[in-house]
């Protein structure tokens, strides 16, 4: 596709479920983002790979989140033990190469735990 | 480390007129780069402008530009000749330091355009 494609649009789940979240970059693109944004708030940096493997999984909140690209185009962001702070829009980006080019964001994923 | 701060949580402008965001930063760097960003209700983030700190122009897309004042830390976003599009969330974002590749967002300001 022409943008960063971004499925399901919106996710409800029960407290205590796993949820996979998936993201298809813009083709050609090497470097990938997740970010979290919660309710009035700007997004704020999850993880970032570079083709396959994950070069900074610092934003990660906790070991209940983990994300994997294995074939460095889609990737999927996976929560297991759902909580109800984990009710945001989880936003996905990727840009040509990692540093200086521009950050191309998909539409995002609503997740509400209820 | 680097903070992106927005004091207005809302603004609104007349259609056809000027509007402006303001945004401070606070970076230890002296190579980043300065962005802002529209989000309407469609959830995309979609980039509007950007600035490198060592450019002293002020970057100018069509009917939005920048005021940045480097040694005051400010980023302010002027939207001329405002257009019910317009209407959006606004980000501003700061990416520092060389090879850096994470952004830092502000809270954002929400910009209502009225006819």
């Known amino acids: 596709g022409a943008g960063v494609s971004q499925t399901p649009s919106n996710k409800v789940t029960e407290k205590g479920k796993y949820v996979e979240l998936r993201c298809d970059p813009i083709s050609g693109h090497t470097a990938l983002y997740w970010y979290r944004q919660s309710l009035g708030q700007g997004p704020e940096f999850l993880i970032y790979f570079q083709g396959t493997g994950a070069a900074d999984d610092s934003g990660l909140p906790n070991d209940r989140f983990f994300a994997v690209r294995p074939e460095g185009s889609v990737s999927t962001l996976k929560i297991q033990r759902t909580e109800r702070g984990d009710s945001a829009v989880y936003l996905c980006a990727s840009s040509l190469y990692g540093t200086a080019s521009e950050a191309f964001f998909g539409q995002g994923t609503r997740l509400t735990v209820v | 480390a680097q903070t992106v701060t927005q004091s207005q949580p809302e603004m609104s402008v007349q259609e056809a007129e000027t509007v402006t965001l303001s945004c401070t930063y606070d970076?230890?760097?002296?190579?980043?780069?300065l962005f802002w960003y529209k989000q309407p209700p469609s959830r995309q983030m979609i980039l509007v402008i950007r600035q490198e700190a060592y450019k002293q122009q002020n970057a100018t897309e069509n009917r939005f530009s920048v005021n940045f004042q480097k040694a005051a830390k400010s980023f302010s976003l002027k939207i001329s000749d405002s257009q019910l599009g317009d209407a959006a969330m606004y980000f501003c974002?700061?990416?520092?330091?060389?090879?850096?590749?994470?952004?830092?967002f502000g809270k954002g300001t929400k910009l209502s355009v009225i006819p």
């Open positions: 970076t230890s760097e002296s190579d980043y780069y």
């Open positions: 974002a700061c990416r520092s330091g060389a090879g850096s590749y994470q952004l830092t």
